[in-house]
């Protein structure tokens, strides 16, 4: 009976595939989850911004959210950058054009107040 060697040749080919499909593994898998936290949401609670501070890019939007029971406004510190009507429900918008830091408040209530941060492109 023969012993039949295996020809060495294909034994490098072999280790070599192992060794690359090795590496190839090793490239990890990009997680990108996507975090369900829009950048530019704001709650309008009773008398508190939250949160306070929100960073954005120039031509995001910034919405803010009443989820309070009692009246509340949103008002640039800068004149008339931009002003919600006083309301208790509902939403309002601003976009940011340019960059800067905005800082606003709730005319009715002293110490109700925030930022908005607008970072250039
Ligand atoms: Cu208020």
Request: glycine share 8%; net charge negative.
């Amino acid at each position: 009976m023969r012993r039949r060697r295996p020809p060495r040749r294909a034994f490098v080919l072999a280790m070599a595939l192992v060794m690359t499909s090795s590496l190839v593994a090793c490239g990890g898998d990009d997680d990108d989850s996507n975090s369900s936290n829009e950048p530019g949401a704001v709650e309008v609670a009773d008398n508190v911004f939250k949160p306070d501070d929100v960073k954005v890019k120039v031509g995001d939007t910034v919405t803010w959210k009443w989820v309070g029971d009692t009246d509340h406004n949103v008002t640039s510190d800068e004149k008339d950058l931009f002003k919600s009507p006083t309301q208790e429900k509902g939403s309002y918008e601003h976009t940011f054009d340019k960059a800067g830091s905005f800082k606003y408040t709730c005319t009715i209530h002293t110490g109700m107040n925030g930022t908005v941060t607008v970072a250039s492109l």
